[in-house]
């Protein structure tokens, strides 16, 4: 890969060959360490056009990132940046985008410290997308509710999801969905979170006024 950065053919069978040996825990960390995820990285970027490389790309990037050592070397090559880069290149993808949503919470959350990071409201915006592009595909809807869940520990999130347009409707759909109870549970957590933030967010402002009036 490394060699013939120019072979789109190349690449994509490096990657798939990459898959397969991420599928062992015990390999991630070896792989991370080989600069592999630097490889997919510039395989990604390069032919980010190309649906079955970006396919491979997100879903073996995916595949990585519950190492944190993993985790670390992704968020330093902005990773992120280019998930939704690919989510923006193949919104009709399912898998694409299933893996996409599940790699997005995986990168904003640190397990070790329980926190999850305040992300750039694109991130946050190509997941809503990518829900209402496919409301009838359970595994995205599920993988997106997920995603979400996970991001609106942080109170930023939370308002970034609440200016998303149709977020609302798309996780009430999601919070009645009666073919994966797991995604009806996820949005009504969803849900609750956005209506206590907006409360808050609305009771800080009552008071900000009434002093300022005082």
């Given at each position: 890969?490394?060699?013939?950065?120019?072979?789109?053919?190349?690449?994509?069978?490096?990657?798939?060959?990459?898959?397969?040996?991420?599928?062992?825990?015990?390999?991630?960390?070896?792989?991370?360490?080989?600069?592999?995820?630097?490889?997919?990285?510039?395989?990604?970027?390069?032919?980010?056009?190309?649906?079955?490389?970006?396919?491979?790309?997100?879903?073996?990037?995916?595949?990585?990132?519950?190492?944190?050592?993993?985790?670390?070397?992704?968020?330093?090559?902005?990773?992120?940046?280019?998930?939704?880069?690919?989510?923006?290149?193949?919104?009709?993808?399912?898998?694409?985008?299933?893996?996409?949503?599940?790699?997005?919470s995986n990168l904003a959350v640190d397990i070790d410290r329980?926190?999850?990071?305040?992300?750039?409201?694109?991130?946050?915006?190509?997941?809503?997308?990518?829900?209402?592009?496919?409301?009838?595909?359970?595994?995205?809807?599920?993988?997106?509710?997920?995603?979400?869940?996970?991001?609106?520990?942080?109170?930023?999130?939370?308002?970034?999801?609440?200016?998303?347009?149709?977020?609302?409707?798309?996780?009430?759909?999601?919070?009645?969905?009666?073919?994966?109870?797991?995604?009806?549970?996820?949005?009504?957590?969803?849900?609750?979170?956005?209506?206590?933030?907006?409360?808050m967010d609305e009771s800080v402002y009552e008071h900000a006024?009434?002093?300022?009036?005082?």
């Amino acid at each position: 890969m490394s060699s013939f950065t120019h072979s789109e053919v190349l690449q994509e069978s490096g990657i798939a060959a990459i898959y397969v040996l991420a599928t062992n825990i015990f390999s991630r960390v070896l792989l991370t360490r080989s600069n592999i995820c630097q490889l997919i990285y510039a395989a990604l970027d390069k032919f980010i056009l190309q649906e079955s490389l970006a396919r491979t790309a997100i879903t073996t990037f995916r595949t990585l990132s519950p190492e944190q050592e993993a985790r670390n070397v992704m968020e330093s090559i902005h990773t992120s940046k280019l998930t939704v880069r690919a989510m923006e290149a193949h919104p009709m993808s399912v898998p694409l985008q299933r893996d996409a949503c599940a790699l997005l919470s995986n990168l904003a959350v640190d397990i070790d410290r329980q926190q999850v990071k305040i992300v750039p409201k694109k991130e946050i915006v190509s997941i809503v997308v990518a829900m209402s592009n496919h409301k009838m595909t359970i595994s995205i809807l599920s993988s997106a509710c997920f995603a979400l869940k996970n991001l609106t520990y942080e109170d930023e999130n939370c308002r970034s999801l609440q200016n998303c347009p149709n977020s609302m409707v798309l996780l009430q759909y999601a919070a009645t969905s009666e073919d994966a109870s797991k995604c009806e549970v996820d949005a009504a957590t969803i849900l609750e979170r956005l209506t206590l933030a907006k409360s808050m967010d609305e009771s800080v402002y009552e008071h900000a006024m009434t002093y300022l009036q005082s």
